[in-house]
């Protein structure tokens, strides 16, 4: 009896431990990060990068603008002041999935007079329904077809 009693346990755990291993690679592959480059937004001089990232709370768009590093650079190169984004994510119907939030991080200075980037964030749920990107940078309009991820 007492065999039995110290196989049971073991026999139960060995039964589970396939299931437990299963339900964390579901987990851990519902929270991997990735990362698509839309190349063809890219404005000269103004967004040297557009980058469409699925997360596992939701889903950005990061517009880049450029860095020159040197002081002297930034102040011939650059504009005077941040160019106007807007960006939206079309479906195939063309109707538009609405954004969820918008930050502009990075630190103010000389060097980066208007930050470096533009964030905006949509429901995780938008990279089902999404199919290309609309983008506003100033007065140039472009659009990309969203790549799978």
Same mark, same amino acid.
């Given at each position: 009896m007492k065999k039995l009693a $110290?196989?049971?346990p073991i026999?139960?755990?060995?039964?589970?431990? =396939? &299931?437990?291993n299963s339900a964390n690679a579901a987990y851990a592959?519902?929270?991997?990060?990735?990362?698509?480059?839309l190349k063809t937004l890219e404005v000269p001089g103004k967004v040297v990068a557009v980058l469409w990232t699925k997360r596992p709370?939701?889903?950005?768009?990061?517009i880049v603008f450029p860095n020159s590093g040197? $002081?002297?650079q930034?102040?011939?190169?650059?504009?005077?002041?941040? =160019? &106007?984004?807007?960006?939206?994510?079309?479906?195939?119907?063309g109707s538009a999935i609405a954004s969820i939030g918008r930050t502009e991080p990075g630190a103010k200075d000389i060097r980066q007079p208007f930050g470096?980037?533009?964030?905006?964030?949509?429901?995780?749920?938008?990279?089902t329904e999404a199919v290309a990107v609309a983008l506003r940078v100033d007065d140039e309009f472009l659009i990309?077809?969203?790549?799978?991820l």
């Open positions: $110290i196989g049971l026999v139960f755990v060995l039964t589970l431990m =396939p &299931l437990a592959q519902d929270q991997q990060i990735t990362a698509k480059d709370e939701r889903c950005t768009l990061q040197r $002081i002297a930034a102040m011939t190169d650059r504009p005077k002041k941040a =160019p &106007l984004v807007q960006a939206w994510l079309l479906r195939a119907d470096v980037e533009v964030l905006i964030a949509f429901p995780r749920w938008a990279d990309q077809r969203l790549p799978t």
